[in-house]
């Protein structure tokens, strides 16, 4: 088979070009399943013509709205994942503003540590602060200026360096930078290539981040370590543990709270998985392709099936068949109670999904195992395919396939302008979601969130308890959202809160020419 | 004062100017559209609002506020017509009675000629207005005082024959959002003044009246610019443009002897009357006291000891304010005070002189940085003497307080140990809550 991930190219391609992903369309799961046709387009049957190289043939029809809000960037995102490695430091070169989510990341890397039993800290990361005559005269000596700084305030392992749309625009060479620093250090450095305008979806920046890692930090020459498992993960709280210490295997988690050590030493672990394919499947696929580390070949571990798939697919990968079958029957046995109990309270709720994509097909079928009805969700954006490619990984068949249909699954990059007529076609007694910018207008609609920060809480069979525990409380919250709905307003136009289709703009953008005068009364 | 060295910024205490979209969202009925790449609003929200105080966001702010989310395709072709199909939609489908277009770092750098594709909606009659705020040109401070000129000088607009009023103050403060305080701020000013019998535009805020207050900026008799340097280019560009005059307070009033005589201050220029003036001073004092006194219970024999020295990391407005009042009314004594806001050059001198004497005796030791690796390496070097440190700071100071087994009240941007809503640390009810805030922090573990 064809190696399909490169890393002795400088960067990897855009998730649009790669893997055909989208960020609007609005329709029912299956057919985006059907849309998707994953088998064909998979890199590792080299694609369908244009899926892998221009894209052209095979794309998935988009609806194109002239309206956009503001969300993350693909900068953004290599920060959180580049910036949060305990040892090694990120010089964003770029104007003061592109460093301005960083303090998220950081009460995200504080409580990251935390879970992890590590003091907690602040994240280190540097910003070249450029100016307007930087703009003009380039800016490469002030990034050799911040690496040296960095170098010596901090003593990193590494350092990373990323682009933001001004560098970009003006031509700044990180990787002659990076390789130059890295002579005279005498550590890696890694250049991302970032900028927020490259890829029409942030999570383009969890792909660069990680080639980075691959290619700077990854250690070439593994020494294989039977019992190490990696976990591509964000800060989330180590469950992963409680399942997989009973097959005998450690967990090593990357990117974010790893140290340099803990991401070098993945090439050497026996294999890889993830709480998600959207973030974790590039990396997987890499380490597979590049270093023989094998990814596991199965559905995400959410819910009794999925979970289920996935233990056997690890035990059978490490040899632990009996053990994981042991493990499974005794899980079942001991979490089948409160399960119940949950199912009876949860009973006739309605649930609403608003999150990352392969997340989101996993807290569907966590509801769905407790008995929530979910008729509507909101992926951030929709991978037909996923570097991993296998038929195992095809996350919303399996959805689809184990739960059934949702009749409104929408793909859209949180544009909370198109939440009133999404809710309204569907009942949500509550909005699970991640990313900023949508719950609060949910809010405002009577409808309370669950704000999941830890990603691995629905994780596993603990997982369906910890969701449905945390539902019961949220739905108590419902009181707050009335108060809210009875007293506060959207910032939308009348007009626009009437619509009924929140893709009317795309599919009839003559509207916004015929209605002008009216809209300005 | 020499030109300042160019620093790198690790833990940046202020966001860029496309920050100033926080500007246009603290004015009711105002709607920010971002001309530029994908996330840069949304990284502002965080250092800005979320990130300090957890303030949030209500009308176009947050991940409601229009973008254009620039891609390469804007990059090598231009992003006139998508910013065009963005400003169209936004017209219909945002509830708002005034548009500010802000253009960021790639429109900028690809050279978008964005005042021709307003140009039609503004004959059209579209309240629209433009701010080139790209964020290599100045940090959310500076975006603010652009995007309030260009309201003024594109929304205002040209007046003849205004009948001023002699009562009317236009009000300039802190930024909104940045400031983490602002919105109890302005209720706490604006009551103060009402009182004495001005009316005030606040232009921000659930005080404001919104747009048609930013109309009446003409009718004003002055402009009050309570604050160090922030908005003195404002009240200069008015005073050009309606010859309208201003009063510079450079120091944000805390406590009742700097609020009285703020307030003194403020009547004597306006030349009104003072009688109401003095009788709510009278009013206020004797309630300020009343509980002044109980604290000096606490304060006298507490015995498990509280801190006696004090550092401070901020702006420059709650810098000097909040400094003022611990050395000249609570006694704490000043160790060293870091203004990162980055205040332009050519007023440091100035500022710096508003530290020369906090007290009678007591003498400040400012600096301005704004690396904040530099700050905390900075606060490191401090001697505090025995007692337990005081940092007023934020919450990249978390680890230094730490590391001075410090009690760190956070007061400025980033603040993510603390909900504030309606709180004030300024005039007379501000300057209690602030006590109480500083002594619950001391006594607390």
Redesign the interface.
């Known amino acids: 088979m064809a190696k399909n991930i490169q890393l002795d190219l400088e960067t990897v391609e855009n998730r649009e070009m790669r893997l055909g992903s989208i960020i609007s369309w609005d329709g029912k799961a299956s057919e985006l399943v059907e849309l998707s046709r994953y088998e064909e387009r998979a890199l590792r049957h080299k694609g369908c013509p244009g899926a892998g190289k221009n894209g052209e043939g095979c794309r998935l029809c988009e609806l194109n709205m002239p309206f956009n809000q503001q969300s993350m960037c693909a900068n953004s995102i290599a920060a959180c994942q580049a910036g949060n490695i305990r040892d090694c430091v990120l010089i964003q070169h770029s104007p003061v503003g592109c460093t301005a989510r960083n303090p998220e990341f950081n009460l995200a890397f504080r409580n990251g540590l935390e879970r992890r039993g590590i003091e907690p800290r602040n994240i280190n990361i540097m910003t070249t602060n450029l100016l307007e005559n930087d703009m003009v005269f380039g800016a490469s000596e002030k990034l050799k200026k911040a690496a040296r700084e960095a170098f010596e305030r901090y003593n990193p392992k590494a350092i990373f360096f990323s682009m933001s749309c001004s560098t970009a625009i003006i031509g700044e060479d990180l990787s002659s930078i990076a390789s130059e620093m890295e002579d005279e250090l005498g550590i890696p450095v890694a250049p991302m290539q970032c900028e927020g305008f490259r890829s029409k979806h942030w999570s383009t920046g969890f792909d660069i981040s990680q080639h980075a890692v691959l290619r700077h930090i990854v250690n070439k020459h593994p020494k294989k370590q039977p019992d190490l498992i990696n976990i591509v993960a964000l800060w989330g709280t180590d469950y992963f543990t409680d399942m997989l210490k009973p097959l005998g295997l450690r967990v090593n988690y990357i990117m974010d709270i790893a140290s340099f050590d803990e991401l070098a030493q993945t090439s050497e672990a026996a294999c890889t998985s993830t709480f998600c394919h959207t973030l974790g499947s590039y990396f997987a696929t890499a380490l597979e392709e590049v270093y023989g580390v094998p990814q596991v070949r199965a559905p995400q571990p959410y819910g009794f099936a999925g979970t289920d798939a996935w233990l056997r697919a690890i035990a059978k990968q490490v040899g632990k068949e009996k053990e994981a079958e042991e493990f499974i029957a005794a899980e079942h046995e001991r979490v089948k109670p409160k399960i119940e109990e949950l199912r009876e309270k949860l009973k006739g709720v309605n649930g609403f999904v608003l999150t990352g994509s392969s997340y989101a097909h996993g807290l569907i079928s966590v509801l769905r195992d407790l008995g929530v009805t979910v008729d509507g969700s909101v992926v951030f954006h929709h991978d037909p395919v996923y570097d991993g490619g296998y038929e195992e990984q095809n996350t919303l068949k399996t959805l689809v396939d184990n739960y059934g249909d949702i009749l409104h699954f929408t793909v859209g990059k949180c544009q909370p302008f198109q939440l009133p007529a999404l809710l309204s076609r569907v009942k949500a007694d509550f909005i699970i979601i991640r990313h900023n910018g949508l719950a609060p207008n949910a809010a405002r609609m009577g409808i309370p969130s669950f704000a999941i920060g830890d990603e691995h809480f629905p994780v596993g069979y603990d997982g369906l308890i910890r969701v449905g525990e945390a539902v019961l409380e949220v739905l108590a919250r419902k009181k707050m959202n009335q108060v809210l709905r009875r007293h506060v307003e959207l910032p939308y136009s009348d007009w626009w809160l009437s619509q009924k289709d929140p893709f009317i703009l795309a599919k009839h953008p003559e509207i916004l020419d015929e209605e002008a005068e009216e809209g300005q009364e | 004062m020499a030109k300042k060295p ?7 205490h ?6 100033a979209a926080y500007t246009v969202s603290a004015i009711p009925g105002a ?1 920010p559209i ?1 001309n ?13 609002s ?3 105080g957890f303030q ?5 702010g ?11 395709n ?2 090598v072709f231009g992003g006139a017509k998508k910013l065009d ?2 400003i ?9 009675e005034l548009f500010v277009v802000l253009s ?3 429109p900028q ?2 050279g978008d000629d964005v005042a021709s594709v307003i140009k039609p909606y503004r004959e ?3 309240p629209i207005v433009h701010a080139e705020v ?4 100045g ?1 959310n401070l500076w975006g603010h005082e652009e995007v309030v000129l260009a309201i003024i000088d594109q929304f205002v607009g040209e007046t003849k024959g205004v009948h001023r009023r002699r009562k009317l103050i236009n009000l300039w403060m802190g930024a909104p959002y940045f400031n983490t305080f602002w919105r109890g701020d302005i209720i706490e000013i604006k009551r103060i003044l009402e009182a004495a019998g001005f009316e005030v535009n606040v232009f921000f805020g659930s005080e404001s009246a919104g747009v048609d207050e930013w109309k009446s900026i003409p009718k004003a008799a002055f402009n009050l610019v309570l604050s160090p340097w922030l908005n003195l280019r404002v009240a200069k560009h008015l005073e050009e443009k309606y010859d309208q005059p201003y009063l510079h307070i450079p120091v944000l009033p805390v406590g009742e002897e700097a609020t009285t005589a703020f307030l003194r201050q403020v009547v004597e220029f306006a030349g009104i009357d003072n009688t109401k003036a003095e009788k709510f001073i009278e009013k206020e004092s004797k309630r300020y006291y009343y509980f002044f006194d109980h604290f000096a219970d606490f304060f006298a024999e507490y015995w498990f000891g509280f801190p006696s020295q004090f550092a401070i990391v901020g702006d420059a407005a709650y810098n000097i304010a909040l400094s003022k009042f611990l050395a000249d009314q609570i006694g704490l004594i000043p160790v060293g005070q870091i203004i990162s806001d980055n205040t332009p050059v050519k007023y440091r001198e100035e500022v710096a002189a508003l530290y020369d004497e906090l007290s009678e005796g007591v003498y400040g030791n400012v600096e301005f940085i ?1 690396d904040g ?1 530099l700050i905390e390496h900075k606060i490191s070097e401090y001697d505090f003497g025995s007692s337990t440190p005081l940092i007023l700071g934020s ?2 100071e ?2 230094v307080a730490k590391e001075k087994n410090a009690v760190l009240v956070e007061v400025g941007t ?1 603040a ?1 140990e603390e909900v504030v809503l309606n709180r004030t640390y300024i005039g007379y009810t501000g300057a209690l809550q602030f006590i109480e805030k500083v002594y619950s922090a001391a006594v607390s573990g």
């Open positions: 160019h620093t790198t910024i690790t833990h940046p202020y966001a860029c100017s496309i920050g709607i971002i530029c790449g994908p996330g840069c609003v949304d990284q502002q929200y965080f250092t800005m979320f990130c300090n949030g966001s209500v009308g176009a947050g991940g409601d506020i229009p973008g254009t989310n620039s891609g390469e804007e990059i199909g963005v169209k939609s936004a017209l219909k489908i945002m509830k708002g960021g770092c790639s750098l690809v059209q009659g579209y790209p964020g290599f040109k940090n704004e690796y919450s990249w978390q680890d980033i993510t």
